[in-house]
């Protein structure tokens, strides 16, 4: 089992910036590729980014391109989201989750990610 706990979401206006957070426990932290999903009312669940065991490759989506950045610290078991440029279509739970399997074309589906967190709220306002 791994523990995903997320934290850094906030309200803030367009333009501003945010950094999640994703601290997992249970097991080994570089044995995982990471990625970040979000969801908003009424949407379904869209791949924000994705990060391989020791962070060599790194995939966004076109609406995180240029102003999101996803890292990962593994002496921390930790893996960021620098959010910037924010905007209000920006707003949505945001999810990080886990899967053991190598990097390949699937990073992109959630169904193929075991461990999820519980998300943490990111609001945009005008």
């Known amino acids: 089992q791994v523990q995903l706990v997320e934290s850094g979401g906030g309200s803030v206006q367009a333009g501003d910036s945010l950094r999640l957070s994703c601290v997992a426990s249970g097991r080994t932290f570089s044995n995982y590729l990471m990625a970040w999903f979000r969801q908003a009312p009424g949407e379904e669940r869209e791949f924000v980014a994705a990060?391989?065991?020791?962070?060599?490759?790194?995939s966004y989506a076109e609406a995180a391109k240029g102003r999101f950045t996803i890292s990962r610290d593994n002496a921390k078991n930790t893996v960021f989201l620098q959010m910037n440029s924010l905007e209000p279509k920006d707003t949505a739970a945001y999810y990080c989750?886990?899967?053991?399997?190598?990097?390949?074309?699937?990073?992109?589906?959630?169904?193929?990610?075991?461990?999820w967190g519980q998300g943490t709220q990111v609001t945009v306002s005008p």
């Open positions: 989750a886990a899967r053991d399997q190598l990097y390949d074309s699937s990073y992109a589906f959630g169904l193929t990610y075991a461990y």
């Open positions: 990060i391989s065991q020791d962070g060599s490759i790194i």
